[in-house]
T-cell receptor
Framework: EDKVVQSPLSLVVHEGDTVTLNCSYE??????LLWYKQEKKAPTFLFML????IEKKSGRLSSILDKKELFSILNITATQTGDSAIYLC????????????FGGGTRLMVKP | EAGVAQSPRYKIIEKRQSVAFWCNPI?????LYWYQQILGQGPKLLIQ????????DSQLPKDRFSAERLKGVDSTLKIQPAKLEDSAVYLC??????????FGSGTRLTVV
């Protein structure tokens, strides 16, 4: 059974801090790892990672995948209060089903 | 491109009552998913459809949950009878053959 574990469970920082969120996984026949941001209900897509060592970057957010050690990190630099959300990591297997297995999420709170 | 539409947005029912949720996926997306997200946890797949056929319903509590996708477009998820532990956000998502994955805004169910 595919498994995704995220850490920490929750994090409180102040504006301007840098945070690193962790995601480790076990999956049969890995295809990709995805990061989502969830503020209210609908998760919104951040990154999809398929290859090791290649950093994906979008503004102050970046992410990298290590397929040998089976983990990914999501970095947020110069955090803002608008970054407060739950960050979800999910893995997608390489099969016809295409379903995502999610971790439990990291709840980030950024204080002014 | 219109997103994944879900209704209702909120629903409060008493235990042992029945409830139904509706989802309209992105036009042309053959695959539709229903996820259950209990507060403080990541989304968990309940059922996956490919067109109007079920691909995976291994985690659907079939004694009380049912889902259908008539004509391979809209889908409904029903709970009958509801239990307190069914309180959650029910997320619908759809994906294309190329794998693009989009979530709807979800339905927040409270069972009292």
């Amino acid at each position: 059974e595919d498994k995704v574990v995220q850490s920490p469970l929750s994090l409180v920082v102040h504006e301007g801090d840098t945070v690193t969120l962790n995601c480790s996984y076990e999956v049969t026949n890995f295809r990709s790892l995805l990061w989502y941001k969830q503020e209210k209900k609908a998760p919104t897509f951040l990154f999809m990672l398929t290859s090791s060592g290649i950093e994906k970057k979008s503004g102050r957010l970046s992410s990298i995948l290590d397929k040998k050690e089976l983990f990914s990190i999501l970095n947020i630099t110069a955090t803002q209060t608008g970054d407060s959300a739950i960050y979800l990591c999910a893995v997608r297997p390489n099969n016809a089903g295409n379903m995502l297995t999610f971790g439990g999420g990291t709840r980030l709170m950024v204080k002014p | 491109e219109a997103g994944v539409a879900q209704s209702p947005r909120y629903k409060i029912i008493e235990k042992r009552q029945s409830v139904a949720f509706w989802c309209n996926p992105i036009s042309g997306h053959a695959t539709l998913y229903w996820y259950q997200q209990i507060l403080g946890q990541g989304p968990k797949l309940l059922i996956q459809f490919q067109n109007n056929g079920v691909v995976d319903d291994s985690q659907l509590p079939k004694d009380r949950f049912s889902a259908e996708r008539l004509k391979g477009v809209d889908s409904t998820l029903k709970i009958q009878p509801a239990k307190l532990e069914d309180s959650a956000v029910y997320l619908c998502a759809s994906s294309s053959d190329r794998g693009g994955y989009t979530f709807g805004s979800g339905t927040r169910l409270t069972v009292v």
